[in-house]
């Protein structure tokens, strides 16, 4: 495969994978306490030895990828629905949930009380209050501004909250839940820690802008596909049937 067909290849596949991305962020604009991904790209050189390389050459030889993606942390808007178990944090920090991956972290504060008694999140996975597991009693639930439970007056749990200094550390398990990559990094008290019963905080996704970066993207990818068959079709076929019978 010649440099300049290669070249055009890796941007096709930097294009898809980038595609990816913002259709995931596009298709979970609706789920609660989603964080948006952004992909970040790696410039590759092909070329034997760079010093030696001309320009035109080194330009030909670069080929671009995804190398990953990272978390956007920031803040969801937060939507009032009145439900006594639907909690939203405010500024930093996360609930804490048992999983089956272990101990995840979320900002998603949609809660319910399962058969057993025990609050639990959306996909089933007790919640953890500082004790440990909460189990809640039937009754009038309230919840305060620094998470403590009270059911029919009487204070009952409190929710865990923490924090993380590098939440480079967290990766995604399904939409709305993370974990530590490596284990040891020290859970931390978050600062002005405030809870809001009756919230919900939303997707921190921005429609509007992903939209306008898939058409780009699209426009872009398109690009690329005519480049490549025109090479593919043209250049490859010229140098085939008319150099193959020069003289």
């Not at 993606?69 to 930093?92: I, S, Y």
């Not at 995840?104 to 009380?113: E, L, P, Q, S």
């Amino acid at each position: 495969m010649d440099s300049g067909l290669y070249s055009a290849y890796s941007g096709l596949r930097a294009s898809a994978d980038t595609l990816d991305v913002l259709s995931n962020n596009l298709a979970n604009v609706n789920s609660t306490g989603f964080k948006s991904d952004e992909p970040f790209f790696r410039l590759f050189n092909h070329a034997v030895a760079e010093s030696t390389v001309v320009p035109l050459d080194q330009a030909i030889n670069d080929s671009t990828v995804v190398q990953g993606t990272t978390t956007n942390f920031q803040p969801g808007p937060l939507t009032l629905t009145g439900g006594a178990l639907d909690v939203a944090l405010e500024g930093e920090g996360f609930f804490v949930v048992e999983s089956p991956a272990g101990t995840a972290y979320t900002r998603n504060g949609n809660f319910h009380v399962n058969a057993e008694g025990h609050l639990v999140n959306s996909d089933g996975y007790a919640v953890l209050g500082k004790g440990g597991p909460i189990r809640l009693p039937q009754g009038k639930v309230s919840i305060s501004q620094t998470g403590d439970i009270q059911v029919d007056g009487s204070r009952v749990a409190t929710l865990k909250v923490v924090d993380f200094p590098d939440k480079r550390q967290l990766e995604k398990l399904g939409s709305s839940l993370f974990i530590l990559k490596e284990a040891g990094q020290a859970e931390q008290e978050p600062k002005d820690l405030l809870v809001r019963q009756g919230s919900l905080e939303q997707s921190n996704v921005n429609p509007v802008k992903q939209m306008m970066l898939m058409i780009n993207m699209m426009r872009q990818f398109e690009e690329l596909q005519k480049t490549v068959n025109m090479m593919m079709n043209t250049v490859n076929d010229r140098s085939i049937n008319q150099v193959g019978h020069a003289g």
